[in-house]
Every structure is written in C-alpha cells, then in structure tokens.
C-alpha cells in the first residue's frame, strides 16, 4: 500500500512569492492534514481537510490557505511568503474524520524562502 | 490553551542505557495520545494509547498513559544507535492534533 505523498520534495522560492505544494493520502484516507516544522520546533498544526471541506485551522495568517479535491489530495498555498515561512511542511492523512486515531505522514517539502 | 509539554528537550545516553521520555498534555475532549519517532523527514508511528494503565510494547519500547496525571511515559531498553532521532508526542481531541516540541535522543556507540 502505498503511503503518503508530498511534491516538491523541495522548494525554494524569494520573499514575495506564492508557493504550492501538495500532498496524496493513502488511498482510502479521507482525511487530510498540513502541519509546518520550522527549525528546532515542533509541529505546529495548520490545517485539517476532511471530505473536501476546511474542518478546522491553526493560528496561521490567512495568508496560508489550502483545498482538499474529489480525490482527496490536497494543495497548500502559502502566499506573499516571508523569510519565517522556511520550514518543512508535512502532510498526514487519516482515514476519516470519526475515526481521528493515527495519522500518517509524508515526506515532507522542505521550502527555503530567500 | 490547549497544549502538550514534552520533557526532556534532549538526551544523550549510551548504547544498552534505559531512556525514559515524558510529556504531559492538557487537552479539552481529549481522546487518544499518541508517540511518534521522526528520523529525517516523516515521522513514523509508534503507539496509540486511549485507556490509563494499560500498557503498549513494540520489541524494546512500550508506552502508558495515566489519564489522571494527564501524561504519558515512553520508554526504550537496551537503546541503540538507531534509535537515536525526535520522539514526538501528540494528543488528540475531536478537533485537532496537539504535537509537543518533541524529545531529541542521541544514542552514542
């Protein structure tokens, strides 16, 4: 079974710019979670996709926004990206949204902000 | 706030050394609570734990949750090189996952 997957792997982009990355669950997964790591520190959590529907969101600007499709990947946008959005954002899937009891994650894409 | 606290930030112990990795949460509605092992990228995981006292094992690591204490104790014997990287810690409620800043352990040949 295949797991979790992120593309770019990474991303480097200059303050300003927008930045888009994506994520495939686990086939069956519905849903779909984005969480940022920035040097040092722990997951903090951005978003959570279930169904194709926003279910809930972290204290992030709006200008970190995101979709969930039919397929039930998921793309995170990261507009008018500053020097602090550097980090790894992994992407994790569970099966659905009654059944939060583990998630899987992905890779991750490592974005660098210049 | 919602907010889960992981003790210690880092450890370095030797090959064959008993680690103990502790994180406390408080959660409103909490449900399960769960330890991740991050390598290099994703992390990987490791136990799910939703009933105090009952306890978890996987070869030389097991885990318990006392819901009274509102905390949770992963342990590793007999530590190895490869079992050096960020053991995270999450709790789960109806809405969201709460990651702690994680431990970081460093096994030394």
């Known amino acids: 079974e295949a797991g979790v997957t992120q593309s770019p792997t990474h991303l480097i982009k200059t303050r300003g710019q927008q930045a888009t990355l994506r994520c495939s669950p686990i086939s069956g997964h519905t849903s779909v979670y984005w969480y940022q790591q920035a040097l040092g520190l722990g997951l903090q959590f951005l978003l959570w996709y279930d169904e194709g529907e926003e279910r809930n969101r972290g204290n992030f600007p709006p200008r970190f926004s995101g979709r969930q499709f039919p397929n039930y990947s998921s793309e995170l946008n990261v507009n008018a990206l500053e020097l602090e959005d550097s980090a790894l954002y992994l992407c994790a899937s569970s099966p659905d949204a009654g059944v939060q009891e583990t998630q899987y994650f992905g890779p991750g894409t490592r974005l660098l902000v210049l | 706030e919602d907010k889960v606290v992981q003790s210690p930030l880092s450890l370095v112990v030797h090959e064959g050394d008993t680690v103990t990795l502790n994180c406390s949460y408080e959660v409103t509605n909490f449900r399960s609570l769960l330890w991740y092992k991050q390598e290099k990228k994703a992390p990987t995981f490791l136990f799910m734990l939703?009933?105090?006292?009952i306890e978890k094992k996987s070869g030389r690591l097991s885990s318990i949750l006392d819901k009274k204490e509102l905390s949770s104790i992963l342990n590793i014997t007999a530590t190895q090189t490869g079992d050096s990287a960020i053991y995270l810690c999450?709790?789960?409620?109806?809405?969201?996952?709460?990651f702690g800043s994680g431990t970081k352990l460093n096994v030394k040949p």
């Open positions: 999450a709790a789960n409620n109806f809405n969201k996952f709460y």
């Open positions: 939703t009933s105090s006292g």
